[in-house]
């Protein structure tokens, strides 16, 4: 196997799918990179078994095709450290040693055998299939990945899930106390259908997405699916189970409208926030008119911080707590210059809603429990 590439072009791509190689591998292969060569095509893969990334890149220079697993770590620490030149790959797929050389000298590595490197799994005859643009499903993920939980018992809430309707598909994500819902009535399947993705592969796709201005290909059955787009390739294996009806949660008559600048009221909450109980986070909105007043304390510490924010309702004065992580959380996630607060009273879920949208095919809302005031 001998090959010549860009050592920059190959660390893009290398550290673009190391973030798959977990810590802890079950297999010690797994620690490595598959490299494949064929018909001038260099694929990578990293794995940890759950999920599998493949990249790709064209090489002009190939004198023979093969296969190889080398060490993720020394291949990208190596690579770091070198400027844009050619390197030349040459691996005894007998001994399976790597030898890279390069202008002023070269370097081994102890490779494996590929076939020890464990074949990602295919999707049954019955697969679904959608094409979303990736601005679109990166647009989805930024909105709703935060909101996933870390529920060892419910291990349903870890992911997002995609439901997929031929009205609309949405993605959505909660912790049970708070809730990030996106949907798109512009992407549609011919059937209905849906799954949860778990939070490491959707975090990988979120860092890949950004570079993307394409479709992406999204094939899925009962326990995998496979995301596709340009020099990617990602594989996953889905989170078993019913995720909870998460519309019946979703408020339908909220009397107390309050729209406000998100920008000055996120800033405000961070600023209160700092002198909240710091095991309960506690903030106070107290809306009157067109202000609110935002407030905090923290009595084992004898601080606290009251500031008032410009708004406009028209509604009965109402005071409800929230926990101010997760609603700072929510206004920086959202893309709006103001939002609408819809309240129904103290003790039910308030809804958080951008009040402008780039696209009319898009609706986006967050949905947080309140806390108990107390006296």
């Given at each position: 196997m001998k090959f010549i590439?860009?050592?920059?072009?190959?660390?893009?791509?290398l550290q673009s799918i190391s973030r798959v190689i977990s810590n802890k591998n079950t297999m010690q292969i797994l620690d490595n990179f598959l490299f494949r060569m064929a018909d001038h095509v260099l694929t990578i893969t990293a794995s940890d078994l759950e999920t599998t990334m493949e990249t790709s890149l064209h090489v002009d220079n190939v004198e023979q095709d093969g296969a190889v697993a080398i060490p993720a770590k020394l291949m990208l620490d190596t690579l770091k450290e070198f400027p844009e030149q050619p390197?030349?790959?040459?691996?005894?797929t007998s001994k399976y040693t790597v030898e890279i050389s390069y202008a002023s000298g070269k370097f081994q590595l102890p490779g494996a055998s590929a076939d020890d490197y464990p074949a990602k799994p295919a999707l049954g005859v019955k697969a679904g299939q959608i094409e979303?643009?990736?601005?679109v499903l990166l647009e989805g993920l930024n909105r709703t990945l935060f909101?996933?939980?870390?529920?060892?018992?419910r291990p349903v809430m870890n992911g997002i899930y995609f439901d997929l309707q031929t009205t609309g598909s949405t993605l959505v994500a909660s912790d049970s106390h708070k809730l990030m819902y996106y949907k798109r009535t512009d992407i549609a399947p011919e059937n209905a259908s849906s799954f949860i993705l778990p939070k490491k592969p959707a975090g990988l796709l979120k860092n890949s997405l950004a570079k993307v201005n394409d479709t992406v290909s999204l094939a899925f059955d009962e326990k995998n699916a496979v995301f596709t787009f340009p020099g990617y390739t990602l594989t996953c294996r889905l989170v078993e189970g019913n995720y909870p009806a998460y519309r019946s949660v979703i408020p339908a008559n909220n009397d107390n409208k309050i729209l406000v600048d998100r920008v000055e009221f996120l800033n405000v909450v961070r600023r209160v926030s700092v002198c909240s109980n710091q095991a309960s986070n506690l903030i106070k909105l107290k809306v009157s008119?067109?202000?609110?007043?935002i407030s905090a304390q923290d009595?084992?510490?004898?601080?606290?911080?009251?500031e008032r924010v410009n708004c406009t309702y028209g509604g009965d004065e109402i005071e409800i707590g929230f926990k101010s992580t997760f609603l700072s959380e929510i206004l920086a996630n959202l893309p709006s210059t103001n939002v609408s607060l819809e309240l129904s009273d103290p003790s039910r879920a308030g809804l958080v809603l951008p009040v402008e949208k780039d696209d009319e095919h898009e609706e986006t809302l967050a949905l947080l429990?309140?806390?108990?005031?107390?006296?």
């Open positions: 590439v860009s050592s920059t072009d190959l660390l893009s791509h390197l030349s790959f040459t691996v005894d979303m643009p990736a601005d909101a996933t939980a870390d529920d060892e018992l008119g067109n202000t609110m007043v009595l084992d510490f004898s601080v606290s911080a009251h429990m309140p806390m108990t005031i107390g006296v």
